[in-house]
């Protein structure tokens, strides 16, 4: 078990991860959310880049890394493209709970390449629910905006298509760092070439879209400081150290509030209406991936469980 340290932690972690799409498009007014992403980016892998130079034996510009870093930063920023353009279409609260669908994703992904990673019975059925919810997310918009113009309608609709290919390519992200080199560096290293890709691909398309206007006002330099110091830099710095000093599947337990919080807060500060298909869609979404995620602690609860009444008879 964690104790309350890390408990704390990533309860506080899964709450700025869920507050950051928020705030995106709560300052999308002064400045867009991709140039608010390209912007962020650059200055946070300013701040790291003195955090690799420490690291003894780190060899961040070799080809062995180099060329993998940067396929993983092409994926990053079309992944952060992707809900940069979700934003523009849909709510913050779809966009966080269909790109929190990835590591289903992953698990699919793992399964066709690594004979160790096969999916076992119990995740089939964690898959299955998982995208049976994402249909459901997708139904009834028409009956449930019912004096919403078919415009706004299909747009939403685009909107979480796109935020559902960003949990892909999300996806696709965490299993090239899986398969490649880059799973024997240090996670500060794959951060940094993912920051740097962030600002490089994606400020000159900011400019080539028309959205690269910024109004400097309160709101948009808050988001930014609130982007580059607290989400790119302090949140992924903490992640990492608790990976360092904790294992990763009770860490990944909190990681499922994340689409939780993100709900939360956009009916808070965006005033969202969350649609009741929509929340009975995300609620298996999580359902799914729990079980997908959380399949070994769940079969030997399981497994436990029969023992235990097996004795007991």
């Known amino acids: 078990m964690l104790d309350r340290k890390a408990s704390a932690l990533m309860v506080g972690l899964c ?10 498009k709560l300052a999308a007014a002064d400045i867009s959310p991709m140039m608010q992403i390209a912007i962020r980016s650059g200055l946070s892998a300013i701040l790291v880049y003195p955090l690799i130079q420490r690291q003894k ?6 080809k062995q890394y180099l060329f993998p870093g940067m396929w993983v930063a092409f994926l990053f920023s079309a992944e952060f493209f992707l809900v940069a353009e979700a934003l523009r ?15 289903i994703f992953v698990a699919l992904g793992l399964h066709w390449k690594l004979p160790a990673e096969r999916l076992s ?38 909107g979480d298509f796109l935020a559902l290919l960003a ?8 299993i090239s760092l899986r398969l490649t080199q880059l799973s024997d560096a240090h996670p500060t290293q794959t951060l940094f070439y993912q ?26 330099i808050g988001s930014l400081i609130f982007h580059t110091i607290v989400v790119s830099f302090i949140s992924f710095m903490l992640w990492f150290w608790l990976l360092r000093n904790y294992l990763a599947n009770r860490l990944g337990v909190f990681s499922f509030l994340t689409p939780i919080f993100g709900m939360l807060f956009g009916v808070l500060f ?20 729990i079980i997908v995620s959380l399949h070994h602690w769940i079969e030997k609860k399981f497994y ?3 023992k235990t009444n097996e004795w007991s008879e």
């Open 15 to 24: 709450m700025i991860w869920g507050l950051q799409q928020v705030v995106l």
């Open 57 to 62: 034996g780190t060899t961040l510009w070799s």
């Open 89 to 103: 279409y849909t709510s913050a609260s779809h966009t966080v709970v269909l790109l929190y669908t990835a590591p």
């Open 121 to 158: 019975m119990l995740q089939w059925v964690g898959i299955f629910i998982a995208f049976l919810g994402i249909v459901v997310t997708f139904l009834g918009r028409e009956e449930v905006h019912s004096t919403a113009t078919q415009a706004m309608i299909s747009n939403t609709l685009f």
């Open 167 to 174: 949990g892909l390519l999300w996806a696709l992200t965490t």
């Open 195 to 220: 920051l740097v890709g962030g600002c490089v691909l994606l400020l000159p398309l900011a400019f080539l879209m028309g959205q690269a206007e910024i109004h400097w006002t309160g709101l948009a």
């Open 270 to 289: 965006l005033n969202e209406q969350i649609e009741l298909n929509f929340l009975f869609g995300a609620a298996m979404v999580m359902l799914g991936v």
């Open 304 to 306: 436990s469980q029969v």
